[in-house]
């Protein structure tokens, strides 16, 4: 540890932005919202009675697998305090979503492919109305034969789930000559292994609301990971044009991946483009847990081989995932999967394949780690196998074959930086070794076994397998205020806080003296998803460009100022002083107003 | 309708209310304090917790007839117009927040438990939020905050005893 930073504000304990809202009680999630208050100037809606927002409902799929033959809605609308009665034939736009592939309809067009498919959307005063109008919806459905595990779904005779069948993906990496490598090897472990659904368990149950304002933009506040995301998706569903529809992250109670797909932002969007009055919906805990994403599912085959020394030298995996009735993140979560699957161990001969398989289980989405948690339990149960059948040390074959600078992986990428894996067995090991002497002799209940374990694991932060792009935008007012646009949706991690830090070293102000508008689609530009441990990284950078090139205009000013080079300059105490003599300095307000006045720009865009 | 008197983070309430709503309906939908999350329903994750009497309470599973004649604290009434509760101060400082969702819930729990027992050790603490699940923090926050917090109710019960005294 370095006692002395030569940072200003980056690695710095702060406060985090937003928390004293959060601690106040005062922080508005969806449900909080007082859309009456909200921008009540916006409001194009004369009459105040039309102001109270009316509730969303949507009426879900009871088959696992079925055709919609007629859905009758015209009992439901006819039941007083009912605004809208809405199905697949009322979305204008294209009835498709999927970050990835788009496969899942907003309202099932045609057919249902799980018990959580929407299928008609109800919009009423209260609560009890919508959840009586649901129940005066007819469908009338014609059976398929429900698919319901992985292997009906890839048995010969399969009922075909998509168009395109029951397999939404296969990704595979091979390297060497796996099966001749096998053939040399000393000791084989060839085991299969078995994950189950996991759901995301957020606290705040999935909620949006909106309003249309006095141009007709749709104004949707939404629990998001990725308010760009939902932006595209909305105006794609709708059929509008980008200013059309405006996304504002609301305070968001947890994700954990759940959140990058859309949970109420469509449904939002569709009401408020029909009926023009405000509306929210705020999923049940049930309805959270029986309409959203969950961890892919997986069935893992996996044979690994060393020489006598307990040296890796070959594997090869073939896995499926369950992706349920839809894409979403599958195609991502099979090629980590792939990817991850090695562990981060260095292995000469490698065959990976996995594949993303439809079924009609509730979706599998994103959800922390995308398929390399799972890989994780597979390689690591190997990994103790193995030592096992060797007699080795399971703490010792993981230093041996570790990643380490310079370790070339699965899909044949020479690992340069931040390889940290053996510095963290070192770490390990004392405690591992203190515990490995102690655990025989520790007297225990006899009902409690004891063990001692470890596992490694590794993981690529950031898009899976595809560009991986960000952007921000940094203004000075004449006043030399700053502020920062992001469209980085801050979901508790912390991420306004750290983009501050980052523009606020470079600035030389402090973090909490710059101004943010985070995540609203009318402000901001794209920043991509919060997830995968991205955003520090990856929009940190697009904020340190935009606020490179702000600086840099502010120090052009500041030369001719000072008459001194740029490079003799630093930025202290919202201006610009000449190093080493505090004396000879401009403020920021006087360096904004010279920019201006020569027709300079205030406002960068960053990009990475 | 049912006929109920009770004060709510000290100012006194009056109201006709329908005999089947919850605590928590009364307080978010009629009341309008919206500090108080429903993360649940049903008492399993403590996000509605408040203080009734000094106890901390699911507000989901209780009745709001029975707040009748008791004594409400809920998140909004924790801090005063010039400073904030210890707890709030201790979560604020020690990043015992995160998404924010489940914070309302765990300062209630962590307040009641200061009220009652002032230097509580790790397991009381534990059991005192056993309630209140957390999905981001991982908990250790959460516990360095109600520990600090416990030290200055301590110091600060202190400072008012001495100037008491004076």
């Known amino acids: ?608 | 309708m049912v006929h109920i008197e009770f004060t709510i983070n000290g100012k006194e309430k009056a109201l006709d209310i329908p005999a089947d709503i919850t605590a928590l309906e009364l307080i978010r939908s009629l009341l309008g304090l919206k500090g108080t999350k429903e993360g649940c329903g049903i008492g399993e994750c403590g996000a509605c917790t408040i203080n009734v009497d000094g106890m901390a309470i699911n507000s989901c599973l209780m009745l709001a007839a029975q707040l009748d004649g008791t004594s409400v604290l809920t998140v909004e009434g924790l801090a005063t117009e010039n400073s904030l509760a210890p707890v709030q101060e201790k979560f604020m400082e020690n990043h015992g927040v995160q998404c924010g969702f489940c914070t309302s819930g765990i300062l209630m729990s962590s307040h009641a438990l200061l009220a009652e027992n002032p230097d509580p050790n790790d397991e009381e603490i534990s059991k005192a939020i056993a309630g209140n699940l957390c999905r981001c923090t991982g908990y250790q926050q959460i516990f360095t905050s109600v520990r600090e917090a416990a030290v200055l109710t301590g110091q600060l019960t202190q400072q008012k005893g001495e100037k008491g005294n004076e």
């Open chain 1, 1 to 608: 540890m370095k006692s002395q930073s030569k940072y200003r504000s980056i690695g710095k304990n702060i406060r985090p932005r937003g928390v004293l809202g959060k601690i106040k009680g005062e922080a508005k999630f969806c449900a909080d919202l007082n859309l009456q208050d909200l921008d009540l100037q916006d409001l194009s809606l004369k009459d105040k009675s039309l102001k109270d927002p009316l509730t969303l409902r949507v009426l879900r799929s009871s088959r696992h697998h079925a055709e919609i033959e007629n859905i009758d809605i015209e009992k439901a609308k006819a039941i007083p305090g009912v605004a809208g009665v809405f199905t697949a034939k009322d979305i204008p736009g294209k009835n498709l979503m999927g970050i990835i592939n788009k496969d899942q309809p907003l309202l099932a067009d045609g057919k249902v492919r799980s018990k959580a498919d929407p299928v008609a959307l109800v919009a009423a005063l209260t609560e009890e109305i919508a959840i009586k109008a649901l129940a005066a919806i007819e469908v009338f459905y014609n059976d398929l034969i429900p698919v319901l595990d992985m292997e009906e779904a890839l048995a010969p005779d399969a009922p075909q789930i998509h168009e395109k069948g029951n397999v939404l993906f296969v990704r595979r990496i091979k390297k060497g000559d796996t099966e001749g490598a096998f053939k040399d090897c000393h000791t084989i472990v060839e085991k299969e292994y078995k994950t189950q659904v996991i759901e995301h368990n957020f606290i705040e149950p999935d909620a949006g609301a909106g309003y249309v304002d006095e141009d007709g933009t749709l104004v949707i506040y939404a629990s998001t990971q990725n308010p760009h995301y939902d932006h595209k998706e909305v105006t794609g569903l709708l059929g509008l044009e980008d200013e059309q529809v405006r996304i504002i992250q609301a305070a968001t109670g947890g994700g954990f991946g759940s959140k990058l797909d859309l949970n109420v932002q469509g449904f939002i969007g569709l009401a408020l483009y029909h009926l023009k009055r405000p509306v929210r919906y705020v999923y049940t805990r049930e309805e959270s847990y029986l309409a959203t994403a969950k961890r892919h599912p997986f069935s893992i085959y996996m044979k690994t081989g060393s020489d006598k020394n307990g040296k890796l030298k070959a594997i090869r995996m073939s896995t499926f995932c369950n992706t349920g009735a839809y894409g979403s993140y599958g195609i991502a979560v099979a090629t980590r999967s792939a990817v991850h699957g090695t562990g981060p161990y260095e292995i000469e001969h490698v065959d990976m394949e996995c594949t993303c398989v439809y079924t009609n289980q509730i979706f599998s989405g994103a959800m922390r780690g995308f398929g390399a948690p799972q890989m994780a339990f597979a390689h690591e149960s190997q990994m103790d196998l193995l030592a096992e059948k060797l007699g080795m040390d399971p703490l010792e074959i993981r230093i041996i074959n570790g990643f380490k600078k310079g370790s070339i992986t699965g899909t044949g990428q020479k690992l340069m930086d931040s390889v940290g894996f053996q510095e963290c067995l070192q770490k390990v090991k004392p405690y591992y070794d203190q515990a490995s002497k102690e655990w025989v002799t520790k007297k225990i209940s006899p009902f409690i076994k004891r063990g001692i374990g470890l596992g490694g694991m590794w993981y690529g932060i950031g898009n899976t397998g595809v560009q991986n792009p960000s952007t921000a935008r940094i203004e000075m007012d004449q006043n030399g205020g700053i502020t920062l646009f992001t469209g980085c949706a801050d979901i508790g991690q912390g991420s306004t806080t750290i983009l501050t830090q980052i523009a606020g070293e470079i600035l030389g102000v402090l973090p909490e003296e710059i101004h943010v508008v985070v995540g609203d689609t009318k402000f901001t530009t794209n920043a991509g998803a919060t997830s995968a441990s991205r955003q520090t990284y990856i929009s940190g950078n697009a904020v340190k460009d935009a606020t490179d090139k702000l600086a840099s205009v502010l120090l052009t000013e500041g030369s001719n100022r000072l008459k001194v080079s740029k490079s003799l300059l630093e930025f202290k105490d919202h201006g610009i002083h000449v190093s080493g003599n505090e004396e000879k300095s401009v403020d920021f307000s006087w360096l904004a107003r010279q920019i201006h006045q020569k027709g300079g720009s205030l406002s960068w865009q960053g990009y990475f």
